[in-house]
């Protein structure tokens, strides 16, 4: 079994939907939990980071930790079809990263 | 400007020939590490290194070997490439410990192994 779910979609909305993303985890000693934005043909790039559960806000983005159920989201807010990306859930213990498969989402104009 | 560089972008090799992707950053970063991207499978970490001359594998390091004898390169080296080695490639480096959290990737080596 991985160590983090991620359901790979794809996801398509329509421009302006709020964009829902999740993964769970198994591993309880991961510290910090991360977005990544992913284009085509391009290396991931950070998005949000966590360290707490609780929510977190950026602009149209919003990443929820939820440690005792070991679930992470990320929101995106009135999307755009420059959201139009894969996200990678990823968390890391002192080093080691583990990354989700990564959805990838598609907003229509 | 702060980069990740790496070297080749794309390579077509055969199944034995020892190969090495060269990785370079100039944010002066302690970290690391090199992860391969696979359809399904997301990112894998295959190797990470927190500083000079301290290597861990990642999840799937079979294959593959590295080394960091300074702090901004940080090679891959496939000694007997396989054909399941067919991948993307990514080298990323951060700043150390905890705040490995933010990683910056380079821009990718597609390699393709027959």
């Known amino acids: 079994q991985k160590e983090v779910e991620q359901d790979p979609g794809p996801l398509s909305v329509p421009e302006g939907a709020i964009v829902s993303l999740n993964c769970t985890y198994s591993?309880?000693?991961?510290?910090?939990f991360m977005w990544y934005r992913q284009y085509s043909r391009k290396g991931p790039e950070l998005l949000m980071y966590?360290?707490?559960?609780g929510n977190k806000e950026d602009g149209r983005f919003t990443a929820q930790v939820d440690k005792s159920s070991k679930y992470i989201s990320l929101f995106i807010r009135d999307s755009q079809p420059s959201d139009s990306a894969t996200y990678l859930c990823?968390?890391?213990?002192?080093?080691?990263?583990?990354f989700g498969a990564g959805t990838q989402v598609v907003v229509t104009p | 400007e702060a980069q990740v560089t790496q070297n080749p972008r794309y390579l077509i090799t055969v199944t034995g020939k020892k190969l090495t992707v060269t990785c370079s950053q100039n944010m002066n970063h302690e970290y690391m590490s090199w992860y391969r991207q696979d359809p399904g499978l997301g990112l894998r970490q295959i190797y990470y290194s927190m500083n000079v001359e301290v290597t861990d594998k990642g999840d799937v390091p079979e294959g593959y070997k590295v080394s960091r004898k300074e702090k901004r390169n940080f090679p891959l080296i496939l000694e007997s490439p396989s054909p399941n080695q067919t991948s993307l490639y990514f080298c990323?480096?951060?700043?150390?410990?905890?705040?490995?959290?933010?990683?910056?990737f380079g821009p990718g080596t597609r390699l393709t192994v027959t």
């Open positions: 966590t360290y707490s559960s």
């Open positions: 591993n309880s000693a991961f510290q910090y």
């Open positions: 990323a480096s951060s700043r150390a410990g905890a705040s490995s959290y933010e990683q910056y």
């Open positions: 990823a968390m890391n213990s002192w080093g080691k990263l583990q």
